[in-house]
């Protein structure tokens, strides 16, 4: 009885985040897939027509070329926003104020919009106003100013360079925790042995802190699958179309095209193609974890 009544109070105390996933998940989850059936427009007008968006989607070019264009954008943003977080987080993991301090600088972008970052970026990109290529050109890393939204690979950097100085501090953040939370006699003991630094973060550091590299690891590349702001002000999909993420080619089919259906079966495809991707990487973790 006494168990029952503590199952009971749990899900009382559950209840207000059930009922925000049921309402603002789970609802408008179920209503895109049944809106992907059908060939509903903003213009008004919708009628069943089964597997016809999904067919026309896996036969788009432009989508087609947008989902390739957006996994190259997360394989390439993922390892460098893992690899800088994690070095940056080994650098300030201590405690002394200095380090506090560096450590609340490089966090500070993640608390501004992506939009007004994406927006202050492209300024800084401008080859007639903006300070980045002066200062390329003044280092002499770069012989000549760099137009970078007339080019797809220069595009892409720039917005890599752009994400990556927004949100690296949040995986920081995060390892920041994780090595900290290593119980200290762990650490003693490997001095005792002669353990070098490198030696340590390879046999502790980094085993004991797995499971945050999986965290992190899965909001970036679920973050980067699902890129539009950074596009949208920074390349509006260009140079021809070239930089066009899938969900940016959701918003045209959806929004300017008004083909609500057509985009509602294009988000379905891509929310598979994430969980897919999720599930094998926690797979792949567990099983090297029980290695």
Known sequence: MKRRNGNLLG??????????????????????????????SLLGGSRFIGLANYLQAFHDPTFLRAL????????????????????????????????QFARGVIFMPVVIGLGASSLLWYWLFDQQVGLFDKALVDLHIASKMIVWWTDANWALSGVIISVVWKVVGFGMLLFVASIQAI??????????????????????????????????TLISAIGSMLAFDQFYIMTLGG?????????????????????????????????????????????????????
């Open 11 to 40: 899900l009382v105390y559950m209840a207000p985040a059930l009922l925000f996933v049921a309402v603002f998940v789970l609802y408008p989850f179920e209503q895109l897939i049944l809106t992907s059936f059908t060939s509903q």
């Open 183 to 216: 119980s200290p006699d762990v650490i003693e003991a490997s001095l005792i042995d002669g353990a070098t630094y490198w030696q340590r973060v390879r046999m502790i550091y980094l085993p004991l802190t797995a499971r945050t590299i999986l965290l992190v």
């Open 239 to 291: 140079p021809i179309g070239q930089t066009f993420t899938a969900v940016y080619w959701m918003y045209q089919s959806s929004f300017i095209s008004f083909k609500l259906g057509y985009g509602d079966a294009q988000a379905v495809i891509l929310t598979v193609i994430i969980m897919i991707g999720a599930a094998i990487q926690i797979a792949l973790t567990a099983k090297r974890g029980q290695a």
């Open 68 to 99: 390739g264009f957006t996994i190259k954008y997360t394989v390439i943003i993922t390892p460098i926003l893992m690899i800088l977080g994690y070095l940056l987080a080994l650098l300030t993991a201590s405690n002394r104020p200095v380090l």
